[in-house]
């Protein structure tokens, strides 16, 4: 008896590693061109943020992932994404520094968004839809609704791209202060992002 109930287990064992593999097979992958940027302004200049270096877990129903969500059906079934603080340029090193100052990297060095729910809409130029999730920024999680369009890219990729203005203070965010607080940063940034994704099964 206690040997089927060993059995069973690692039968059990199997199938869900089995089961977690497909998922991973069956998702999306970030292509190296994604991209995100955050935009902000000052009381002297504009300035913009970027990075390149993004990472993201995304889990689909299947090897046709890509072609559901363009025609309308959700086939993604969870969103990890991260952006590690550390790589966004503001093209200043000083700004940069005082950047990763304000969101407190080095206790909590990524930034990151993970999917709750999501919905789409057919449009003209596309899918629009909008992305319910958590966003956290310097270890504060904050709910948002992050409205995306959906395209066809090249190659037969899924391009996501849309914005989302916040206010820094929301998340406990300091606005960093330059050149003696001669160059105060406005608490309200737009974070930008272009994303590619492609199927795993091409890879």
Not at 17 to 44: M, N, Q, Y
């Amino acid at each position: 008896m206690r040997n089927r109930i060993v059995t069973a287990l690692i039968i059990a064992g199997v199938a869900t590693t089995a089961l977690g593999w497909k998922s991973i097979a069956d998702g999306l992958t970030l292509a190296p061109e994604s991209r995100l940027w955050i935009e902000g302004t000052s009381t002297v200049r504009d300035y913009k943020c970027t990075s390149t270096a993004l990472q993201a877990t995304v889990a689909a129903t299947g090897a046709d992932a890509i072609r559901a969500e363009l025609t309308g059906a959700k086939a993604v079934t969870s969103v990890q994404f991260t952006v590690p603080a550390k790589t966004l340029d503001c093209g200043n090193g000083t700004m940069n520094g005082h950047m990763l100052e304000a969101l407190k990297a080095k206790d909590h060095p990524e930034i990151g968004f993970r999917l709750v729910s999501y919905e789409l809409t057919a449009g003209e130029k596309g899918e629009t839809g909008t992305l319910n999730g958590v966003l956290t920024i310097g270890g504060t999680d904050q709910t948002i609704a992050l409205p995306v369009q959906l395209q066809e890219g090249a190659a037969g990729a899924l391009r996501v791209t849309g914005k989302y203005e916040l206010n820094m203070k929301d998340f406990g965010i300091k606005p960093p202060s330059l050149m003696l607080g001669t160059m105060k940063v406005h608490e309200k940034v737009t974070i930008n992002f272009d994303l590619l994704l492609k199927s795993n099964q091409e890879n």
